[in-house]
T-cell receptor, first 118, second 114 residues
């Protein structure tokens, strides 16, 4: 089945530093990937839609300069949390859909990244 | 407008007994519906999907769901719960060809009693 690899699974960083999270589709191509944030005991909140070869589309309230997204190839999207602060601590999850599948095909999710900013 | 409601935030059952996780949806068009499971500190794993084919959908790990248009429901069931089923379950609605508009339910935490 389709596999999405997300790395790292867990990261601890100091306040003011930047952290990069990678999301790779291992056995399929994805022109579009999605980045979510999940707070404890809550559902997923869509942050942005990552588009291969073009700018990401951010949801309302999500700071573009804070959460930099790059979708450099059909199998890789990265999310960089810049100048991280403790309030950025959260669980971040990416997902992707196989570009070769029909329009109602499911999303495939990475295993998430637990970010802790100290 | 699309929406999805998971009627129970927490369900607790004994091992070996049936599981029922309820989901109701609202959609202007025929949506695609999915159930995902999330174990602690993990991503979401697809359990099953409904995409306008058979109304009774069988998924992995013995789960199944029935699409009932008249009731706008897509409840998830399993005949016999296993300890490993303890997790968070999300019902998801996706308008056709628009994954960016995917809507997640609030989730149902399933606990299994020995």
């Amino acid at each position: 089945g389709a596999v999405v690899s997300q790395h790292p699974s867990r990261v601890i960083c100091k306040s003011g530093t930047s952290v990069k999270i990678e999301c790779r589709s291992l056995d399929f191509q994805a022109t579009t990937m999605f980045w979510y944030r999940q707070f404890p005991k809550q559902s997923l909140m869509l942050m942005a839609t990552s588009n291969e070869g073009s700018k990401a589309t951010y949801e309302q309230g999500v700071e573009k300069d804070k959460f930099l997204i790059n979708h450099a190839s059909l199998t890789l999207s990265t999310l960089t949390v810049t100048s991280a602060h403790p309030e950025d601590s959260s669980f971040y999850i990416c997902s992707a859909r196989d570009s070769g599948e029909s329009g109602n095909s499911p999303l495939h999710f990475g295993n998430g990244t637990r970010l802790t900013v100290t | 407008a699309q929406s999805v409601t998971q009627l129970d935030s927490h369900v607790s059952v004994s091992e070996g007994t049936p599981v029922l996780l309820r989901c109701n949806y609202s959609s202007s068009y025929s949506p695609s519906l999915f159930w995902y499971v999330q174990h602690p500190n993990k991503g979401l794993q697809l359990l099953l999907k409904y995409t306008s084919a058979a109304t009774l959908v069988k998924g992995i790990n013995g789960f199944e769901a029935e699409f009932k248009k008249s009731e706008t429901s897509f409840h998830l069931t399993k005949p016999s719960a296993h300890m490993s089923d303890a997790a968070e379950y999300f019902c998801v609605v996706m308008p056709y060809s628009s994954a960016s508009k995917i809507i997640f339910g609030s989730g149902t935490r399933l606990s299994i009693r020995p």
